[in-house]
């Protein structure tokens, strides 16, 4: 598909658009399943087959004009990479959009919240992964996917939710008063309003997929079971557009499987559920 949902072109013009989805092809530091970098395109060719209108809240949010970026980013390294991302996210920042990355593996998400902090003050950055991501170097590059939320934190708070696997040496880089664990959510949604309450006013939303159980989300790079379900993700993102400024966001890690064409229906429709979510907030 040429851009993001199956409607008329004029909503997908970036002159009238009033978000755009900047696809980031890059797969250069994952280190167990490959093929994300073919994440982007199977999102939005997964998208053809959304609905436009959402029956749960009752808008058809692609009115406020989607555009789908098509630029050719620098990823001969991931350096060059985080770098690209950073200068495109800045363009579209000053053209007033507000920018959702389609990713690629999670590094790609450095760039965006280094250009996004550079705009907003008080800015803090909501994760939801099964990994903490927060070493501080990992394989020869402080750009690897799994020191993306380290990276973060130079530029951010860091708000942890649904993480369930920790390596001994990012222990030191965990604020426990930030991090929601898998395991101590599963079962209640009293963690909701706390970790809402740990959020400033302006946030980046990141998700890694992988912070979904396998059970319905199992095309990721790193599956690991004990993860989200569907509506709690999206009760939890309900609440923050009802509480605090959305000001970017990502879905990422995406690694389309043959044949199995859930997993890209899933964030698809979380990508158009996103956008919904923050239209239906200002409605």
């Known amino acids: 598909m040429e851009y993001f949902l199956d409607m008329e072109k004029e909503f997908s013009l970036p002159?009238?658009?009033?978000?755009?989805?900047?696809?980031?092809?890059?797969?250069?530091?994952?280190?167990?399943?490959?093929?994300?970098?073919?994440?982007?395109?199977?999102?939005?060719?997964?998208?053809?087959?959304?609905?436009?209108?959402d029956p749960q809240f009752g808008i058809e949010a692609y009115k406020s004009g989607i555009h789908t970026d098509r630029f050719h980013f620098d990823l001969t390294s991931p350096e060059a990479m985080v770098q690209s991302v950073f200068d495109r996210v800045n363009y579209f920042l000053s053209k007033k959009k507000l920018v959702g990355l389609l990713g690629g593996e999670?590094?790609?998400?450095?760039?965006?919240?280094?250009?996004?902090?550079?705009?907003?003050?008080?800015?803090?950055?909501?994760?939801?992964?099964a990994h903490a991501d927060l070493r501080d170097e990992y394989q020869g590059s402080v750009y690897n996917h799994a020191c993306v939320m380290?990276?973060?934190?130079?530029?951010?708070?860091?708000?942890?939710?649904?993480?369930?696997?920790?390596?001994?040496?990012?222990?030191?880089?965990?604020?426990?008063?930030?991090?929601?664990y898998?395991?101590?959510?599963?079962?209640?949604?009293?963690?909701?309003?706390?970790?809402?309450?740990?959020?400033?006013?302006n946030v980046y939303l990141t998700?890694?997929?992988?912070?979904?159980?396998?059970?319905?989300?199992?095309a990721t790079g790193t599956p690991l079971p004990g993860g989200l379900s569907w509506y709690m993700v999206i009760d939890f993102i309900k609440l923050l557009c009802q509480s605090k400024k959305i000001v970017g966001f990502d879905v990422v890690e995406l690694c389309p499987q043959t044949g199995q064409h859930a997993s890209n229906v899933l964030a698809a429709?979380?990508?158009?559920k996103i956008i919904t979510l923050l239209e239906s907030s200002n409605h």
């Not at 978000?19 to 994300?36: A, E, R």
């Not at 999670?106 to 003050?121: D, E």
């Open 15 to 53: 002159e009238k658009a009033k978000y755009v989805l900047i696809p980031v092809p890059y797969d250069g530091t994952s280190t167990f399943i490959k093929g994300c970098d073919k994440g982007p395109e199977a999102i939005i060719e997964a998208s053809d087959s959304i609905e436009l209108y």
């Open 150 to 180: 380290r990276r973060a934190q130079e530029y951010a708070k860091v708000i942890q939710v649904g993480i369930r696997n920790v390596c001994i040496e990012e222990k030191v880089n965990i604020m426990e008063e930030n991090i929601f």
């Open 207 to 218: 998700i890694d997929l992988d912070g979904f159980d396998p059970g319905i989300m199992p």
């Open 269 to 272: 429709t979380l990508v158009y």
């Open 182 to 201: 898998a395991h101590n959510i599963h079962n209640n949604s009293n963690w909701m309003k706390g970790a809402l309450d740990q959020l400033t006013e």
């Open 106 to 129: 999670h590094s790609v998400s450095i760039g965006a919240i280094k250009a996004i902090s550079k705009k907003y003050t008080n800015l803090s950055v909501l994760q939801i992964d």
